[in-house]
């Protein structure tokens, strides 16, 4: 939905697509989310940045700039993976399409991102659509915890 547009000097400009303008504007705002979620102990008990505490932060800043959310499942599949010997975890990989849609002017940005979800029940297809949510939000907001980055640390 890029236009052009004229000036009063006859110079032409491009219009940005509103959805754009709305992205930087909830970057600016969102802040730093903390890893307030805990691992299970038998993993280390690591912290994490929980989807809710998320969802609860731009959720509002998404209302005040006009901007709906389109989530669109493109591919999954059920895989099992070896954990060790006789031992595996069933898997639902899934691959997710996020559409953030200004209501202004109907632009749209979207992100494409793959998650799995660890579950011998039923709950792994809404394990792995709730992290790839998660990592589309976290990377389109560019959203940060405050907190050093594990990886970077020496141990």
Excluded: C, W
């Amino acid at each position: 939905m890029t236009e052009a547009t004229s000036t009063s000097k006859g110079v032409s400009k491009v219009a940005v697509p509103k959805i754009y303008g709305a992205i930087a504007a909830i970057q600016a705002e969102v802040g730093n989310i903390p890893k307030n979620g805990v691992g299970p102990a038998a993993q280390g008990s690591y912290k994490f940045v929980a989807n809710d505490d998320i969802l609860a932060v731009i959720s509002k800043l998404l209302v005040e700039h006009k901007v709906i959310v389109r989530p669109r499942i493109v591919d999954h599949q059920l895989v099992t993976r070896e954990i060790g010997p006789n031992r595996s975890v069933a898997l639902t990989v899934v691959t997710l399409e996020t559409t953030y849609i200004s209501t202004e002017d109907g632009s749209e940005f979207s992100v494409v991102t793959t998650a799995e979800g660890a579950d011998n029940g039923d709950k792994g297809g809404r394990k792995a659509v709730t992290q790839a949510q998660k990592i589309a939000n976290l990377l389109t907001f560019s959203i940060a915890t405050g907190e050093p980055d594990p990886d970077a640390l020496d141990v």
